[in-house]
């Protein structure tokens, strides 16, 4: 099972996203869930320094990521795809996500802000990364991957 992360330039809420649910997959045994992210308007460039920042901070460490334009392919190999916003959602919808495996959440774009902006949308994309975490595992073991409740 692969889960994707999307938002737009794939410098800060994605690349936080996916490297705080790695972690709390880690955490509890599910190592053999992927978890990748991507942009809508994604260059290749990497993670924004108020990010690596934020995630340093929790011991994490994104200096290797290189940001990804999200495509087809990401969206065909995708267990779950979670948006970052709903404007995220309707351009995974339009490059072929299935829509009973996308998750839409409201997650403010920190690109721009302060330190402070940063740490909150962490702590926000923690909160949210911890309970998917939880409800990934429980279903992964269930085998029920069939639908995702927009939480």
Not at 29 to 54: F, K, N, R, Y
Not at 66 to 80: N, V
């Amino acid at each position: 099972m692969t889960v994707l992360f999307l938002c737009t330039g794939n410098t800060c809420r994605s690349p936080m996203a996916a490297a705080l649910l790695r972690a709390e997959l880690d955490k509890r045994g599910g190592h053999d869930i992927m978890v990748e992210s991507a942009g809508v308007c994604a260059s290749g460039g990497p993670a924004s320094p108020l990010a690596l920042a934020v995630m340093r901070e929790r011991g994490l460490n994104l200096a290797a990521h290189r940001s990804t334009q999200a495509g087809p392919e990401h969206f065909r190999r995708a267990g779950l795809v979670v948006a970052m916003s709903r404007s995220h959602g309707a351009a995974a919808a339009a490059m072929g996500a299935d829509p009973t495996r996308l998750l839409t959440w409201d997650i403010p774009d920190p690109f721009g802000g302060s330190l402070e902006t940063y740490r909150r949308i962490r702590d926000m994309l923690q909160e949210k990364t911890t309970v998917l975490a939880e409800t990934l595992l429980s279903q992964y073991k269930e085998g029920d991957q069939s639908t995702w409740t927009n939480t």
